[in-house]
């Protein structure tokens, strides 16, 4: 017999809902069945390139569908808590894009929601997918480095598209720029620091070279604190060229460093590497799979689909969205402060 397919529907047609449609398409027991796409344009092109799948501009239509198991949002971030609690309610299980919500609050609202329906809820941190930064983990988890001590996490890029209608330079709609990409990272510093607990404190500090938007920060940096000292270190620039993204990793045995490049953040051809050292031999580990946020999307739906029909494991739950926002929340206030903020300030 044939193993029913997992039938997604997507809410959100843009430039990044259209590649969340791609790798859905391209997801081995995947299917796309609905899309809600914003105005008449977008669903006609949503119809020409997906001509199976329903479509309309009332996402409320497709959480109507009895044959929608799963839905992917893809929309601004201050859309995300109203869409995703429709999502829930309609009792489908939930695929959506960082950052989780604005606040800690809406976090834990969607996270009570979900565990009340019995609905997954995984969270768009899809760089824990990659073949390069989930091998950093890997190795940290195996003792290559012995006890993490000190993680970096670095991107400089260009400055952030606008988005639709220009909402992500809107910071009504945005809440603060460091929820828009920099909670990727916060996310790593936990993930690869886990063995040390939870993180403590966020302080933080930024500057904006845009005199009348002074709270888009186009550079910022922030150390996180973990017990007994161990901490990382998470930094931005946005007034840098290209995408160029590095992680290195400090222990009490080795280290270990890995770097991604491209033309842009989107870029199929990137360039990356991982090196390690044991303290007295550098060696190059291979990473056979091409990565990038592209393939990872792909990576991320294949996640979806074995949770969904296998009962697998989720790699980005609501738990660690609600921390990536909370370490985000805390930054921000350490920003606007110029104190560190202990992160039993934040989460209620």
């Known amino acids: 017999m044939t193993t029913p ?48 799948a329903a479509v309309s501009t009332d996402y409320r239509d497709l959480l109507a569908r009895d044959d929608v198991d799963i839905v992917d949002v893809v929309l601004p971030s201050f859309l995300h808590h109203e869409v995703a609690s429709a999502v829930l309610q309609a009792g489908k299980h939930l695929l959506l894009e960082k950052p989780m ?71 009504d709609r945005v809440g603060n720029w460091i929820l828009e990409e920099p909670i990727h990272f916060f996310d790593f510093a936990r ?32 150390i996180v604190k973990f017990n007994g000292g161990k901490y990382a270190v998470v930094s931005q620039s946005l007034s840098m060229f290209e995408h160029h993204q590095t992680v290195k990793v400090a222990g009490t045995k080795g280290s270990l460093w890995a770097s991604w490049s491209g033309a842009m ?3 199929l051809h990137p360039t990356f590497f991982l090196k390690t050292s044991d303290g ?18 792909e990576d991320e ?8 029909r296998d009962d697998k494991p989720l790699m980005t739950t609501g738990a660690d969205g609600k921390w990536s926002v909370a370490m985000c929340v805390a930054a921000q206030r350490s920003v606007e402060t110029g104190n560190p903020v202990d992160m039993s300030e934040v989460l209620p």
């Open 265 to 267: 953040d989107r870029t």
């Open 101 to 171: 919500c604005l606040t800690v609050e809406q976090c834990d609202d969607l996270n009570r929601q979900a565990s009340a329906g019995g609905r997954l809820l995984a969270i768009g941190h899809e760089l824990r997918l990659s073949s390069l930064w989930s091998k950093v983990k890997q190795m940290i988890d195996e003792g290559f480095v012995g006890e993490p001590q000190y993680v970096l996490v670095e991107l400089s890029r260009n400055p952030y598209r606008l988005g639709a209608d220009g909402w992500r330079y809107d910071i």
């Open 280 to 297: 007295e031999t550098v060696t190059d580990i291979p990473i056979e799979k091409i990565t990038g946020e592209v393939y990872e999307l």
């Open 5 to 52: 397919g997992v039938r997604f529907g997507l809410i959100g047609y843009g430039a990044w809902g259209q590649c969340h449609a791609e790798a859905i398409r391209k997801t081995d027991g995947a299917e796309l069945v609905a899309i809600a796409a914003k105005s008449e344009s977008t669903c006609a092109s949503a119809r020409e390139a997906f001509p199976e």
């Open 191 to 222: 993930w690869y620091l886990s063995s040390a607990g939870e993180p403590v404190s966020v302080f933080a500090t930024a500057n904006s070279r845009q005199p009348n938007h002074p709270e888009l920060q186009d550079n910022f940096s922030a």
């Open 301 to 308: 739906m294949a996640m979806l689909v074995r949770a969904v």
